[in-house]
Every structure is written in structure tokens, then in C-alpha cells.
């Protein structure tokens, strides 16, 4: 993700927000790139219903929330450029707004049913940048996962996966839970009656994803798996001793009016690590 020049956190005061701040300030430091935190606020009532004096006073209440964001981020990543953003409107379309160069970093309060509007589902959807939706700041074994199915999409999530490595000298894990249709190399769903001749073609298809990226940063220590599963478990169970989980947005067999694969909607809600969602671009 080289063409990320600067990484925006979204801070609302919560805890959740508070740990998105942390990961996000040691990400900046980490790509020695400046960090936004924003904040977006909200007059609570109907345009026909504006007093100007209240929306003063929730405005500057807004400034107080985010000086104490500024404030975490400028703790935990000393040097790093630090700069407020205080918008106005839904926090998805402030966020949004600064998708174009930047990876976008929320917290997450870990509901096992997301909402269909929610925060964590609609950045992932219309984003044009990675999405980080930090669920656990790092309770793992310094380890990068990375969910590839042989998509276009799996380079994207590879790149991804091994420069986050790179960064943090953590080791990458790629799953390949391919006991699904998209599994099937060139859609031959026949080949589910062979499972060994599956597995090692499978194998091939995974060894050619990986071997581009093992050449490109030889430091980083990488395990493969192909898993005679469906990629939901064969990641859930992965992602148990990770720090960081990465995903497409949609598989080889998303449609073009799919905005998140089912797979990366399991994964914002069920993982019990930090997801990344990264975009690959499609034609139209």
C-alpha cells in the first residue's frame, strides 16, 4: 500500500476509538507518514429546529473530543505530524472524504450482528483505500494473516499483508480455505470429487499468489496453508493467534453490485483480531 501517504483514524471518545488511535498513531510511525484524527459532530436535531447558541456549544464540544484524541495519538507516537479534522455530518461521509490517499482506521465494539448501516460495515463497502477496523490492539503472536482465493483480489492482500510485516518484523500466515466453489481452480467445480488432486492444485495456485512477495521482502517469515475448508472457519481458526487479519473486499465470485463477500462481513464481525479490508481495482 505505497500509495497511502497518510493514515486517518475516526475518534468519538469512546474506548473502542481510543484503541483505533493508538494502532492508527503506530501505523503513522511506523510508514513515517502524518496522521488525521477526526472527529465528526452533529446537531441532534432537524434543520427546521437550529439554535445557534446550542450549535456553538455542541461544536466546541466536538473540538474538546477531538484535542483529546490529538492528545493519545501524540503520546503513543512522539514525532509523528498530528492533524485535527473537525467535520460536520455522519461519521462515514467525513471519513469518506478523506479516503482518496489514506488508509482509514475505526475502532470497532465488536457486535456479533452489525447493523446494516454501521460504521464498520459502510467504510470497508465505499472506501477507495484500505479500511483497518481495529478490534484488538495486539494480543496475538505478532503475526499477519492473510485470506487469499485465488481472486485478483489476493494481491492486493498480499502486498498489504507482507509490508504490514515488514513494518512491525512480524511473520505472515497465508490461508487458503478453498472447500468452496470459488476454490475450484478455473471454476471446474468437478474437482471437488478428487479432494487430494484439489489440495494440490490448490497448493500450485497458492505457491504462484506467494512466491512474488517472498522474493520482494525476503525478511519476512511466511507460512502457507491450504485448508480443506470454507474460508469463514479456515480464517476465524487462524485468526485466533494473529495481531492482524487481512481481507478483500469481495472474493472471485463477488458481484460487481456486492459491496463486502460474505466472507469479509464474517471476518468485521467474528474475528476476534484487528481486520484490514483492502480494495483491488475492478473493471466496470
Known sequence: ?????????????????????????????????????????RWPYPAGFVDEEGRAIVRRMGRHVLSRGARIAEEHAPGVPVRELLLDGPAATALLRESDDAMIVIGSREERE????????????????????????????????????????????????????????????????????????YGDIA??????????ACE?????????????????????????????????????????LVVGDRGVRGLRLQALGTTTVSMLQLAPCTVAVVHVARPR
Open 114 to 185: 452489525l447493523p446494516v448501516g454501521s460504521l464498520v460495515l459502510q467504510l470497508p463497502a465505499r472506501s477507495r483505500g484500505p479500511v483497518v477496523v481495529v478490534r484488538n490492539e495486539g494480543a496475538g503472536e505478532g503475526r499477519v494473516v492473510a485470506g487469499v482465493d485465488g481472486s485478483d483480489g489476493s494481491d492486493a492482500v498480499l502486498g498489504f499483508a507482507f509490508q504490514e510485516a515488514a513494518l512491525r518484523e512480524w511473520q505472515v500466515h497465508v490461508v487458503y480455505g478453498c472447500w468452496a466453489p470459488s476454490g475450484a481452480p
Open 191 to 200: 474437482a471437488f470429487a478428487d479432494k487430494a488432486g484439489l489440495e494440490r
Open 204 to 244: 500450485a495456485r497458492l505457491r504462484r499468489a506467494v512466491d512474488p512477495w517472498t522474493g520482494r521482502y525476503p525478511r519476512v517469515s511466511v507460512r502457507t496453508s491450504v485448508v480443506m475448508d470454507e474460508p469463514r472457519r479456515s480464517l476465524l481458526e487462524a485468526a485466533r493467534r494473529a495481531d492482524l
Open 1 to 41: 500500500m505505497e500509495g497511502c501517504s497518510r493514515v486517518v483514524v475516526g475518534y468519538d471518545g469512546t474506548p473502542e476509538s481510543e484503541s483505533a488511535v493508538r494502532w492508527a498513531a503506530r501505523e503513522a510511525k511506523a510508514r513515517r507518514v502524518p496522521l488525521t484524527v477526526c472527529h465528526a459532530w
